[in-house]
T-cell receptor, first 118, second 112 residues
Framework: GAVVSQHPSRVICKSGTSVKIECRSL??????MFWYRQFPKQSLMLMAT?????????EQGVEKDKFLINHASLTLSTLTVTSAHPEDSSFYIC??????????????FGPGTRLTVT | KNEVEQSPQNLTAQEGEFITINCSYS?????LHWLQQHPGGGIVSLFM???GKKKHGRLIATINIQEKHSSLHITASHPRDSAVYIC??????????????FGKGTKLSVKP
């Protein structure tokens, strides 16, 4: 099946610094990638939708200047958490939607990145 | 009322038991996903289906589009099946950019 990777899998950073998380589709082209955040014991919450070559669409309540998304190619999207604070500590998950041309909503999930801000 | 409802929320089983997790949804969908999330957090996509039934090893997923209901079955359960199982539905193509609506998950614990 299709594979999506994320890097890093875990990161610890100091408050005020920025962290970049990469999401790659390894064996398919992804015109759309989704970024989710999951707090402990909560379900996944969509943060933003990223389309290759265009600006990301952010969900209500998600600060676009704080969570910078770049989808520069059909296989790579990055999420940068700028000026991170302890409340940004969370599990960040990406998914990639294959450019299959069908109406089926084929999404493949990355393994997630656990961010801890100290 | 959530658009995607899962039951039960928590499930404890003995090794070897047959397990069923249910998912009901109230929106029109293009596909339904069953995901598995282990305690470490990583998510594995188990199934994506839009009709009928799919089987992979000891896992079986069914969907009834008319009744807006899906079930995930695990046969001969094993402690390594212990995880949170999440049902997620995809909005129709060309709608809200295809993002998923997630259920709250079912936490399964299989005792040896």
């Amino acid at each position: 099946g299709a594979v999506v990777s994320q890097h890093p899998s875990r990161v610890i950073c100091k408050s005020g610094t920025s962290v970049k998380i990469e999401c790659r589709s390894l064996d398919f082209q992804a015109t759309t990638m989704f970024w989710y955040r999951q707090f402990p014991k909560q379900s996944l919450m969509l943060m933003a939708t990223s389309n290759e070559g265009s600006k990301a669409t952010y969900e209500q309540g998600v600060e676009k200047d704080k969570f910078l998304i770049n989808h520069a190619s059909l296989t790579l999207s990055t999420l940068t958490v700028t000026s991170a604070h302890p409340e940004d500590s969370s599990f960040y998950i990406c998914s990639a939607r294959a450019a299959t041309g069908t109406s089926l909503d084929e999404q493949y999930f990355g393994p997630g990145t656990r961010l801890t801000v100290t | 009322k959530n658009e995607v409802e899962q039951s039960p929320q928590n499930l404890t089983a003995q090794e070897g038991e047959f397990i069923t997790i249910n998912c009901s949804y109230s929106v029109g969908i293009s596909a339904l996903h069953w995901l598995q999330q282990h305690p470490g957090g990583g998510i594995v996509s188990l199934f994506m289906l839009s009709s009928g039934k799919k089987k992979h090893g000891r896992l079986i997923a069914t969907i009834n589009i008319q009744e807006k209901h899906s079930s995930l079955h695990i046969t001969a359960s094993h402690p390594r099946d212990s995880a949170v199982y999440i049902c997620a539905v995809g909005s129709p193509y060309g709608g809200s950019q295809g993002n998923l609506i997630f259920g709250k998950g079912t936490k399964l614990s299989v005792k040896p």
